[in-house]
Nanobody, 117 residues
Framework: QVQLVESGGGLVQPGGSLRLSCATS????????MGWYRQAPGKQRELVAL???????HYADSVKGRFTISKDNAKNTVSLQMNSLEPEDTAVYYC???????????WGQGTQVTVSS
């Protein structure tokens, strides 16, 4: 059974930092492109960042220079370090795993990030 479990969300003031983590099980982690997506109220889910099986990264323009995605192949985890957070970053953040060949797709349950003073 595939499981993606996010943790690390919460309430933070503008300019602050949070680190999200996603623990995976039931997948061959090295065969998956791992990503973080977010969905704000009334908006569509959008890509925040992804990291390929080879370690290449891609970021949405809105988070470049502020967010960093990384993974630990030994622990089957992917993380998102978020710095200089802005109120516009408020959303539910979801972890995603997409098989690099078959495109089989799995989602976590989401974790709330709220940036507010």
């Amino acid at each position: 059974q595939v499981q993606l479990v996010e943790s690390g969300g919460g309430l933070v003031q503008p300019g602050g930092s949070l680190r999200l983590s996603c623990a995976t099980s039931g997948i061959s982690f090295s065969l998956y492109v791992m990503g973080w997506y977010r969905q704000a109220p009334g908006k569509q889910r959008e890509l925040v960042a992804l990291i390929t099986s080879g370690g290449g990264t891609h970021y949405a323009d809105s988070v470049k220079g502020r967010f960093t995605i990384s993974k630990d192949n030994a622990k089957n985890t992917v993380s998102l370090q978020m710095n200089s957070l802005e109120p516009e970053d408020t959303a539910v953040y979801y972890c995603n795993a997409r098989h690099r060949i078959t495109s089989n797709n799995y989602w976590g349950q989401g974790t709330q990030v709220t940036v507010s003073s």
